[in-house]
């Protein structure tokens, strides 16, 4: 009997999870740069995140609370250069930093084709001799829930999911890096891409008022800093016409503008868009007959789509709408990420798309590169699923701005006043359905700063879309303004 109880009694215990520890793993390097050989050292792996913990005002210790996964590049040097940084993520959010890292700043690169012109499976990765690496050490960063990154056994994802949590989770993992890494006097640059480049103005200003970390300059790509600017909300009429210079560009890709030069079209669509269009669409019923011909057949004209359709969408052309109707006459829809890309629905009559082929058209290159560059070139070994685009992270809290709109406009332009040394790079693509160049250029001209700092700003344009640097001509372009502007 006494057996049977020790046995009975061992089964009872429960075992405590072991702690958490960072996983690096290490690999050396060499790439071909402007005819030189360039030695760099590849550190990827997961990063524990610890945060002082108190209960009933006592110190409860340094705990553990996610494990966050990160791929470094640092260029053999001398210990102690003061080489720059650039700390790099994508947006979502759920989205991992794979696009940023294999599709434009990193040291190799996808082959993934482009619009009309898609390579097929398994694809393939490429050396990438316009890197950023060349001019700056590179981390790479994936969100909680994105890539590698998850909470710590036992702890609760969601904490994570949201603006508040995310930005100090990410400036946690840069404070980590740089004191680890001896690099509080090298320049430190903020590369983000989308809802990451909202996340990288936010970080700013947080980097240097929680630690006095203060940023040289921050790589906005695809830039939203105001959600307003972007979603089609009730009694929100902003996005229709921040939108209709890239409805322009996306319909003169397509053929709908003739031969008439890019630069013309969009030259009439902003103006057009940024004075009467906005008139019009504030006038409502108070519009006159002919004011309203006059709003359709100009919003038609710009748009490619038939004053029928703009006069029953009540002069309102939203974007999943448009991205549907456009070509509807070839059963053909546009993509969002990038309207150059094109796609076949099976009901030629319906409302909204159900898949985007700009999106559909190059994840599976990007998912099979990073697969097999993290094991195969880094050996960096993992069984979980490399979270590339997840729904996971959903819903996403934006509690701090209950009653107002997403907009971090204010924050960066306190980090700016803070630092008038911080320059501001911002990449817009002409045909990116998600994040207008128009919306970009409006929220810009907002920023509440000083004139002086406004010749901080460096904007650029590429014939492209949200991820322009799938357009091999728009990559090499950029790539050098973005070497240029780190350089600087």
């Not at 332009?413 to 359905?433: E, K």
């Amino acid at each position: 009997m006494a057996a049977s109880a020790d046995k009975t009694d061992e089964s009872k215990e429960t075992t405590t999870p072991a702690e958490p520890a960072d996983d690096l793993v290490s690999t050396h390097h060499s790439i071909v740069v402007d005819g030189a050989e360039l030695s760099y050292t590849a550190t990827t792996g997961r990063v524990v995140l610890r945060e002082e913990v108190q209960t009933d005002g006592k110190f409860d210790g340094f705990k553990a609370k996610a494990e966050v996964f990160v791929t470094s590049y640092v260029v053999d040097a001398d210990p102690g250069t003061t080489r720059p940084v650039t700390f790099a993520f994508n947006g979502g959010p759920g989205s991992s930093s794979v696009w940023l890292h294999l599709g434009l700043l990193g040291p190799r690169r996808v082959v993934s084709g482009d619009a009309g012109d898609l390579a097929p499976p398994p694809y393939g990765l490429a050396d990438n001799p316009e890197t950023l690496l060349a001019h700056s050490d590179l981390v790479f960063i994936d969100p909680v829930s994105t890539g590698y990154s998850r909470a710590v056994e036992g702890g609760t994802p969601g904490d994570f999911h949201g603006y508040k949590r995310d930005i100090e989770s990410i400036a946690e993992v840069i404070r980590l890096w740089t004191t680890r890494n001896g690099r509080w006097m090298s320049p430190k640059y903020l590369a983000g891409e989308s809802y990451g480049t909202l996340r990288a103005a936010a970080l700013a200003e947080h980097l240097q008022s929680r630690y006095g970390l203060y940023p040289n300059g921050l790589l906005l790509i695809s830039s939203v800093l105001d959600l307003g600017t972007v979603r089609f909300t009730d009694g929100n009429d902003l996005p229709y016409s921040l939108y209709l210079p890239t409805y322009a560009a996306i319909a003169h890709h397509h053929g709908k503008h003739g031969d008439r030069p890019l630069r013309e079209v969009l030259d009439e669509a902003e103006e057009y868009a940024a004075k009467e269009y906005q008139w019009a669409l504030a006038r409502g019923a108070r519009l006159t007959d002919e004011e309203r011909a006059e709003v359709v057949r100009r919003v038609a004209g710009l748009s490619g789509l038939s004053e029928d359709y703009v006069e029953r969408a009540n002069l309102r052309i939203e974007h999943i709408r448009f991205f549907t109707e456009l070509l509807r006459d070839r059963r053909q829809t546009v993509g969002r990420m990038d309207g150059r890309f094109t796609g076949w629905e099976p009901d030629a009559a319906g409302e909204h798309f159900t898949d985007d082929p700009s999106i559909s058209g190059i994840l599976g290159a990007y998912a099979a590169s990073i697969n097999h560059y993290l094991r195969e070139e880094l050996d960096y070994t993992s069984d979980l699923p490399y979270e590339m685009i997840t729904s996971k992270v959903q819903p996403w809290s934006y509690k701090e701005f209950e009653g107002a709109s997403v907009s971090v406009v204010d924050k960066l332009g306190a980090a700016m006043q803070a630092n008038p040394h911080l320059r501001i790079h911002v990449g817009c693509g002409y045909t990116d359905g998600a994040t207008p160049y128009f919306a970009a250029e409006h929220v810009l001209a907002r920023l509440p700063i000083p004139p002086q700092l406004r010749e901080n700003i460096d904007v650029r344009y590429y014939p492209a879309g949200h991820m322009m640097y799938v357009h091999e001509e728009s990559r090499l372009a950029q790539s050098a303004h973005l070497a240029e502007f780190v350089r600087g």
